[in-house]
Structure formats: structure tokens, C-alpha cells
């Protein structure tokens, strides 16, 4: 791998200096640094230097990027919406390989490094978005970080068979154990919990879970979703991504539920929806607990 000397760059907003990269990592700052014989040089013009950005939740399997604009007339339901996505995607032929490699080039383009991508799995495509999405991983491997979620968009255990599937998925390479509402989706919270867990358990996997759920319904899951972090010993190992919930409840409830999320090392994952009640970002940093930020569906139905 060549040197890289980079002129005139400010490292995260400090003074001006030459930045020089050797064998993929910073060698040397300073002013007025000399370029090694093999260097390629770039003027930095003065701009800010970042370290990749970090996108914690996407969706790079179920993108239209590029394509016609889809006018998407559903009802206002959520499974509305996943039963037209999928029905979308199978008539159409959707591309995941080709679409997840064109959005995961534009992220990219515009500075993002790593990401966390959820990909569907179910009984209709079966794993044929994972196969696509692991072939972009492949692509960009040099370049990009990707880290795959077994996602059950249509949920767990309304189409049986679903659960098997994920554990495949996580045998082909899919990194991480995806969940979504267990209550509002699957109508059985305790008993899709408790799958859910027991494939993360035996697979010794780390969970990240879509909770939509509004106020009392989505605190009675996350509270299920605490026990059993807790009960398994997955500390440090679960996600729960939107958490709307929190931005619904009163204080005292919701504090409760911060410092014990804090507590077991859950991180909470938004994409800070103008449409809902999402976390208070001050409250979850007064807890203490980890907040990242994603970009969720990019142009997807
Ligand atoms: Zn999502």
C-alpha cells in the first residue's frame, strides 16, 4: 500500500497540519511534513479531517436507489407497509446485490466506513437478500465495514418457518440476531422473546431489535427484552433500535428503564423519525446509556 501525505487538514478541528499514512494508518502530523519518495500528496485545502463515519442502522437490501420513484399508497399500518414491501420485491425482481452495492457506494462517497445493516429474511425470499447483501460485503470488503443483522421484517412467528431461517441466515454469515415488535407484529411477546433469545444463545450472537411499539405496549417489550439480556448474560450484546416508546412515557418510568438499559450495556439505536415520540437523547446521556444514530431505509417502498 503506497504512503498517503495529506496537506493542510484540520484533525477534528484543530490547527492546520500534514497528516502522513503509511500502510493504512496515521504515521505522522505535523507542519510542513517531507513526502517519502513513494507518497502520493493531496492538498487538503483547510477542511475539517474525520475519522469514517459510523452508520448504526440501515437498510441496504431494500433500496430503490437509482430506480424509479415508487409512489407508495398503503395504508398508514406498519404491517401494511411490510406486506407491500414484500410483495413489491418479489413481483419486481428486486436486486439486492446490485442495490445494496449501490447504496453502500454512495454511504461511501460521503465518508461512512462501517455499517450495521438489516437485511430481510423471510418465508417468501427466504435468504435471498442476505446472499446479495453478502456479496456487496464481499465487493468492498478493502473499503467498507459491513455488519449484517438477520432482520424478520415480516416477523417471527406469524409465518412459520421463519425461525429456522434465521438461524441459516446466521450459518451463512449474517453477524447479528435482528428482532421487531413482539408484541404488535407477532402478538406474543413472551413466547417470541424467548425464541428470539434461544437462537441468539445457541448461536452466541448479538441481538438488535426494531421496537416501534408506542408507550406502555413497547416498555411491557423492552422490559421482557431486559430480563432476558439479563438472564442470559448478554450484557454488552443487545440493541434496541427506535425505542419510541421512551420518547412516550413520564419521566420516572422511563429513567427506570434508561438506568437498567445502562445497567446491562443495551444500546439504543435512532434514526430520530420526525413522524414519531422518539428517545430524549439528554435523558439517555444522563443515564449513561450509549445512543447511536443511522440512517434507517434510504428510498426503499
Ligand atoms: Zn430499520
Request: charged share 20%.
Amino acid at each position: 500500500m503506497p504512503s498517503l501525505l495529506i496537506r493542510n487538514v484540520r484533525p477534528m478541528g484543530a490547527s492546520p497540519v500534514d497528516v502522513l499514512v503509511r500502510d493504512g494508518r496515521i504515521a505522522e502530523t505535523g507542519a510542513a511534513l517531507s513526502a517519502p519518495a513513494d507518497a502520493a500528496v493531496e492538498e487538503g485545502g483547510g477542511a475539517l479531517l474525520l475519522p469514517g463515519l459510523v452508520e448504526g442502522h440501515t437498510h441496504l437490501d431494500k433500496t430503490l436507489w437509482g430506480m424509479d420513484w415508487y409512489r407508495n399508497e398503503v395504508g398508514t399500518n406498519l404491517i401494511d407497509k411490510i406486506e407491500n414491501e414484500r410483495a413489491f420485491r418479489h413481483a419486481s425482481g428486486h436486486d439486492a446485490a446490485a442495490q445494496s452495492l449501490v447504496l453502500a457506494k454512495a454511504f461511501l462517497a460521503l465518508g461512512t466506513t462501517r455499517l450495521r445493516t438489516h437485511v430481510d429474511v423471510d418465508t417468501q425470499a427466504g435468504l435471498r437478500h442476505l446472499e446479495g447483501t453478502l456479496r456487496t460485503r464481499q465487493t468492498l470488503r478493502e473499503v467498507l465495514q459491513i455488519q449484517v443483522v438477520a432482520f424478520p421484517q415480516s416477523g417471527l412467528l406469524g409465518r412459520p418457518g421463519t425461525a429456522e431461517l434465521l438461524e441459516q441466515a446466521l450459518a451463512q454469515g449474517a453477524d447479528v440476531l435482528g428482532g421487531l415488535d413482539p408484541c404488535a407484529i407477532d402478538g406474543d411477546p413472551v413466547r417470541s422473546l424467548d425464541v428470539l433469545f434461544g437462537i441468539a444463545d445457541r448461536h452466541q450472537r448479538p441481538v438488535d431489535i426494531h421496537l416501534h411499539e408506542p408507550g406502555a405496549m413497547g416498555a411491557f417489550s423492552l422490559e421482557l427484552i431486559l430480563q432476558r439480556t439479563e438472564a442470559l448474560g448478554m450484557q454488552g450484546k443487545v440493541a434496541v433500535s427506535h425505542g419510541f416508546c421512551l420518547g412516550d412515557l413520564g419521566e420516572r418510568e422511563r429513567d427506570a428503564l434508561l438506568a437498567r438499559m445502562a445497567r446491562l450495556g443495551v444500546v439504543l439505536v435512532t434514526s430520530a423519525p420526525p413522524s414519531r415520540s422518539v428517545p430524549p437523547l439528554m435523558a439517555c446521556r444522563k443515564a449513561g446509556v450509549t445512543v447511536l444514530g443511522g440512517n434507517d431505509g434510504i428510498r426503499d417502498t
